[in-house]
């Protein structure tokens, strides 16, 4: 952690310098200045988490200071110093927002205390403030539910990373596989805990907008910007900035980003100054990071800063019976939710959620139950309300699903696994034509349903138009070449 800036006003040089010395002994960050308007100045460029300020100053009372500090940045803690004991400065002080008052020859031990106190109080308001910002109900590994081989790799990575102090983390994997959920965890299980967590959607928001949302902005940085502006950088301070969809940040932020990872500071909008932060970077992205950037379309510089630690998640479909676990944990909570009292699901509909490839992953799963749970009457979660599509998805007459009894509307219909395609499609020794594979399907599945394209296309799993279109191409080579057609099917 960087020490406490801390800034000291005074125009008499001696008390300066003997107050710089203090602050270094007591390990702060001593800055200084010698007037008001040098003291706004300061407050505004560097940003002190505290302000020992003279009230007797060459260019006019440090009251108004005072008043004009927490006006701008309230969070700073000020600690007035008088050179009497005038009872009405003390109470002045206090009005305006100073944390206490000192009155000269400054007792070290009474300022050192004083001193510390503010920081501490500062920190608990910071403290609050982030809890508000979080969800009452705390995010930690518990909640991740599965117990497959990979989600427990997963999972003691992640909290490996946690408790280490790595400052820049990345997340891949799939939409739906629980990133922000670790991102939390992450968060949680760390000594930042008690911090603030920022998520920011970095493709929710323009990239003009989002530089000034992320760095801040300084008095006058566009003709608009009346104040500082305090960006997520220093709103995490202490805490975790969560960049979700990193991958869509676009390159010119990207570089600044960059260059913030490795110097560890950073740089307000029409700010002249680098100023550090204390948070730590978890970026999440579901796009293939390698490839992007080999595509060019993210730094690889960037992405070789952020991968030094990165945590995959796996897809639903690669963690086995996981996605049962899931299940139930989710029809426990939506029984809650919903006041229903489903018992889990037929072992058809088992059978269903283990070979489906949930594109949408855990995500997908928790919206389908919420769904089917609605909608069911049963005790039991049925066939009856899963998704129209996994009916038309591989109807073959040998797809009897395990353990049902009797052949069903889905009883038929599931994923054509790889290996399905193998045993039925054998790829003939001497190889064959794609083309003509395709263009015999199509047209197996259009007289076999009577022209009709509607039906043509749910039998090859694609949508209507896509069949025209194939059946478009396929027609334009046919008259182009003059190719005939199934016999070529045969392997030549
Ligand atoms: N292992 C898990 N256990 C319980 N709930 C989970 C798990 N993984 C994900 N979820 C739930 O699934 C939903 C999606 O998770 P999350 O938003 O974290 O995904 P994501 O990877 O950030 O997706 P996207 O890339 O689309 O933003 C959330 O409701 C989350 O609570
Ligand atoms: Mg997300």
Not at 309 to 338: K, M, S, T, Y
């Amino acid at each position: 952690m960087t020490a406490d800036k801390i800034l000291v006003v005074d125009d008499d040089r001696s008390i300066r310098w003997l107050l710089v010395d203090v602050l270094k002994e007591w390990g702060y960050l001593p800055i200084e200045a010698q007037s008001c308007q040098a003291a706004l100045f300061v407050c505004e460029s560097e940003a002190p988490v505290a302000v020992l300020l003279d009230i007797d100053l060459p260019d006019g009372s440090g009251l108004k200071a005072l008043r004009e500090i927490k006006n701008r940045q309230p969070e700073i803690v000020v600690i007035m110093i008088t050179g009497n004991q005038l009872f009405e400065n003390a109470v002045e002080s206090l009005r305006g927002g100073a944390f206490d008052f000192i009155s000269k020859p400054i007792n070290l031990q009474e300022l050192q205390v004083t001193l510390r106190n503010g920081l501490e109080a500062r920190r608990l308001r910071k403290r609050i403030r982030a809890l508000g910002h979080q969800q009452t109900r705390q995010f930690n590994f518990a909640q991740l539910v599965g117990s497959s081989p990979v989600m427990q790799r997963m999972v003691q990575l992640a909290r490996k990373v946690a408790e280490s102090e790595a400052t820049a983390v990345l997340l891949q994997g799939e939409s739906g596989t629980g990133k922000e959920l670790v991102a939390r965890a992450i968060h949680c299980g760390s000594q930042r805990a008690e911090g603030p967590f920022v998520p920011i959607n970095c493709a929710a928001i323009p990239a003009t907008l989002l530089e000034n949302e992320l760095f801040g902005h300084e008095k006058g940085a566009y003709t608009d910007a009346k104040g500082r502006k305090e960006g997520l950088f220093e709103q995490a301070e202490g805490g975790t900035l969560f960049l979700d969809e990193i991958g869509e940040l676009e390159i010119s932020l990207q570089a600044k980003l960059l260059r913030v990872l490795e110097e560890e500071c950073f740089r307000r909008v029409g700010g002249l100054r680098d100023l550090p932060y204390d948070a730590r970077i978890i970026a999440a992205s579901n796009r293939d990071l390698k490839l992007e950037t080999e595509a060019g379309r993210f730094r690889a510089d960037l992405f070789y800063r952020l991968s030094v630690i990165q945590i995959e998640l796996p897809p639903l479909r690669e963690r086995g019976d996981d996605v049962l676990v899931l299940a139930e944990h989710f029809i426990a909570h939506f029984n809650r939710h919903l006041k229903k009292k489903i018992t889990g699901l037929t072992p058809e509909v088992t059978e269903l959620f283990r070979r489906y490839h949930w594109p949408g992953n855990v995500r997908e799963l928790r919206n389908l139950i919420e769904r089917v749970m609605i909608l069911e009457d049963e005790q039991v979660i049925t066939v009856n309300w899963l998704p129209r599509e996994w009916a038309t998805l591989g109807r073959r007459p040998d797809w009897q699903l395990a353990g049902s009894g009797g052949p069903s509307q889905l009883a038929t219909s599931a994923v054509i696994q790889d290996e399905d395609v193998t045993r039925l499609f054998p790829l003939p020794p001497g190889g064959i034509s794609l083309e003509a594979v395709e263009r015999s399907l199509l047209r197996q599945a259009v007289s076999s349903t009577r022209g009709n394209q509607t039906k043509a296309a749910e039998l090859l799993h694609i949508t209507r138009d896509q069949l025209r279109y194939r059946l478009k191409k396929i027609e334009e080579k046919t008259e182009l070449h003059g190719t005939a057609d199934a016999q070529e099917v045969a392997p030549t």
